[in-house]
C-alpha cells in the first residue's frame, strides 16, 4: 500500500497504525520519532521499555521550544520522570529568578505534569523511586543517569536527546540496538588506574576517560571499588566529556563477569598515574573561586551528611564567607533525619535547593569562578554560565574554602 | 533529474540549495531567531538559511539542537528541506518535531559529488524519500 523506502524498520500492525496517525498527532510524531532513529541506527524493530526519564525540561535550556511539549495530548504509557528544571519550585523568589522566568518554567513543568510525567526534577531518579533493575530497557536522556544505569544496575538505554526519550515514553518502546543488544555492550578499551582514588578523583578520572575512549566503552581496573557516589560521580564526568553511555568495572557491573565479555577488548590499553590526577587539579587550579556549588548531579542523603560533618569540623560555628549552594532532589529531603541535617547545614550560610542546579538555573550567571567536586561541572560551567571557570577539588576542600 | 534517497521527514518543498560541507551543531552554530550561522569556524559563516535547502553532510552536538531546529521554525527562520548525506538523530527529530521535510542516502553523494550548486532549484519530497533537480 506504501511505497517501501518510507521505512526500514519492522512495525506491527498497531505500531504502523500509530506511525499512520490513527491515535492522533501527538503519538503519531512520538512514533515518527522513534522510527526515524531506528531507521538511521538500523534498528530492526521496537522493544518495550520500563521507564523513561525525559531532559529538556529548564526554560533556561529549551526557550520557545516548549510550545512544542505544550502542543502535546494524552498520557505517557510507562513510568516517566524529569530532569531538573531552571529553579527551585518553591524557592525560585529566594533565588532571585524573575518572575517572567518562573511564569515560563511553571508553564514547562505543567505541560509535562498532564501528560502524567512525574514532576520530581532530577538528575538522579535511580536514587527516588525510579531504580531500575537488571536487564530492564529504558529510554533515558542524561548522561549522567544513562551510565549509572547501565554500569552500576546492569538496565539497558541508549543515550536518548529530550525529545526521543519523550517520544518513548508516549509510546513505551524504543528502537532495539546499541546498548539495548549484548552483543554492544562488552568492553572495547581497557583503562588502569595506578593508585588509590576517593572522592572527586573520581569525578578527575571520569573527565579524562570521557575524553579519551570517545565513544569507546573502557573496562576501568581500579585499585579498590568506588562507592555508590564515586560511582555517580564518575559516570557523571565520563557523560560529560566522552560520548559512550556505558563503562565496566569488575564487582560494581553486573556482566562484566559475564563469559566472553572480554571477546571486543583491544591491545590497545590506557595507563592512569597519580601524577596525572595531580596535573589535572592543578590544571584547574586558575583563579580565585567566588562560589561554591556541590550537587552535580544532584546530592544524596549521605553526601548531605558528610557535608554537614565537614561544616562542623571546618567551620567551628562560624558562617561561610562565600555564597555556598547545595543542589539535590525534592525527594530526597522529605524525610524527618535529611531535613534536619538541612535545617543544620543552613545554619552555616549555605543554602540547600532543590529541582534545580548551578548550570540550568539562570540565577547563577554572575559568578567569575566556582569551586565544585563536579568534573560534569567542570565541563559544562564554561559552557553554559557565562564563560565562568570552574576549578575541581575535594569535597573537604570545597568546604575549607568556604571559610 | 530525479535522485533516490531515504525518507526521514515528511512533507515537500521546493527552494534554493545552501550548501555546507561541514556538519553542523545546531545549537551554537544557528541563531535560533534570525536563522542565521553563527559559528565563524564554518564556511557558511553569516549565510541566512531560512527558506532554503540546506545541504549537509549530518548534524552533530548537543541533543538540545532538536529544539533550535523547531525554535527557527516558530520564528519563520527555518530552512524549507534539509537533504543529508547520512541524517543523524539530532537533525532527524528536530525536522520531524518542527515538520521540515528531510532527506538523506541520495544515490548520489549530493556534497562530495558536488551534484548540486549553491542557489540551484531543488524539490525535496521527504514523504516519499527523493529529490529533484529541474
Redesign the interface.
Known amino acids: 500500500m506504501y511505497p517501501d523506502n518510507r521505512y526500514d524498520m519492522h512495525l506491527t500492525k498497531e505500531e504502523e497504525q500509530i506511525y499512520e496517525g490513527e491515535e492522533g498527532w501527538t503519538k503519531k510524531k512520538a512514533m515518527e520519532i522513534l522510527v526515524a532513529i531506528g531507521d538511521i541506527n538500523h534498528a530492526s524493530k521496537l522493544i518495550q521499555i520500563k521507564t523513561a526519564h525525559v531532559s529538556g525540561v529548564s526554560y533556561k535550556t529549551i526557550g520557545e521550544a516548549f510550545e512544542f511539549i505544550n502542543s502535546l495530548e494524552g498520557r505517557v504509557e510507562v513510568k516517566s520522570t524529569l530532569n531538573p528544571i531552571g529553579m527551585d519550585i518553591e524557592k525560585w523568589d529566594e533565588m532571585g529568578i524573575s518572575k517572567e522566568f518562573a511564569n515560563k518554567q511553571t508553564e514547562v513543568l505543567a505541560a509535562y505534569k498532564k501528560l502524567g510525567i512525574s514532576a520530581d526534577c532530577t538528575c538522579i531518579p535511580y536514587l527516588i523511586g525510579n531504580a531500575p533493575g537488571k536487564g530492564e530497557h529504558l529510554a533515558w536522556a542524561e548522561s549522567s543517569a544513562v551510565l549509572y544505569a547501565n554500569s552500576v544496575l546492569g538496565a539497558r538505554t541508549n543515550m536518548e536527546g529530550a525529545p526521543s526519550a519523550l517520544a518513548a515514553a508516549l509510546i513505551g518502546k524504543t528502537p532495539f540496538y546499541g546498548l539495548h543488544q549484548a552483543e554492544n555492550r562488552k568492553p572495547e578499551i581497557k583503562v588502569c588506574v595506578n593508585c588509590d582514588l576517593a572522592d572527586a578523583d573520581y569525578s578527575a578520572l571520569g573527565f579524562m576517560i570521557g575524553d579519551l575512549v570517545g565513544d569507546k566503552i573502557p573496562m576501568i581496573e581500579i585499585p579498590s571499588l568506588p562507592s555508590k557516589d564515586e560511582l555517580k560521580h564518575l559516570s557523571a564526568a565520563i557523560g560529560a566529556t566522552g560520548s559512550v553511555g556505558m563503562y565496566h568495572i569488575r564487582g560494581i557491573t553486573p556482566e562484566s563477569e559475564a563469559e566472553g565479555m572480554e571477546s571486543e577488548l583491544s591491545e590497545e590499553k590506557i595507563e592512569i598515574e597519580k601524577n596525572d590526577l595531580e596535573e589535572f587539579y592543578a590544571l584547574s587550579r586558575t583563579r580565585e573561586p567566588d562560589v561554591i556549588a556541590i550537587g552535580c548531579p544532584h546530592c544524596s542523603s549521605r553526601e548531605l551528611k558528610r557535608i554537614y560533618e565537614l561544616l562542623k569540623t571546618g567551620g567551628e560555628g562560624r558562617k561561610v564567607g562565600k555564597d555556598f549552594f547545595i543542589f539535590t532532589a525534592r525527594a530526597i529531603t522529605q524525610n524527618n533525619q535529611t531535613q534536619r541535617i538541612i535545617e543544620k547545614i543552613e545554619n552555616y550560610g549555605v543554602k540547600v535547593i532543590c529541582d534545580t542546579c548551578f548550570v540550568v538555573s539562570p540565577a547563577f550567571e554572575n559568578y567569575d569562578c566556582v569551586l565544585t567536586n563536579s568534573g560534569k561541572m567542570q565541563r559544562y560551567v564554561p559552557l553554559l554560565c557565562r564563560g565562568a571557570k570552574a576549578m575541581l577539588c575535594k569535597t573537604e576542600e570545597c568546604v575549607r574554602g568556604a571559610f | 533529474m530525479k535522485i533516490?534517497g531515504?525518507?526521514?521527514?515528511?512533507g515537500v518543498a521546493p527552494g534554493k540549495a545552501l550548501i555546507s560541507k561541514q556538519k553542523i551543531s545546531f545549537l551554537g552554530a544557528v541563531d535560533?531567531t534570525t536563522g542565521i550561522i553563527v559559528d565563524k569556524s564554518m564556511a557558511i559563516y553569516g549565510k541566512e538559511i531560512n527558506n532554503r535547502i540546506l545541504i549537509f553532510p549530518g548534524g552533530k552536538g548537543s541533543?538540545?539542537g532538536?529544539?533550535?531546529i523547531?525554535?527557527l521554525k516558530?520564528?519563520g527562520k527555518s530552512p524549507c528541506a534539509m537533504i543529508n548525506r547520512?541524517?543523524?538523530?539530532?537533525v532527524?527529530?528536530?525536522a520531524?518535531?518542527a515538520e521540515i521535510p528531510v532527506v538523506d542516502s541520495l544515490e548520489i553523494d549530493p556534497i562530495e559529488d558536488e551534484l548540486i550548486w549553491d542557489g540551484e532549484e531543488v524539490y525535496v519530497n521527504g514523504?516519499?524519500?527523493y529529490i529533484e533537480l529541474r
Do not use: F, L, M
Not at chain 2, 531515504?6 to 515528511?10: E, F, L, P, T
Open positions: 533516490k531515504r525518507s526521514i521527514s515528511k535560533p541533543t538540545v532538536s529544539y533550535v523547531y525554535q516558530k520564528h547520512r541524517a543523524d538523530t539530532i532527524a527529530v528536530g520531524i518535531i514523504t516519499e524519500g
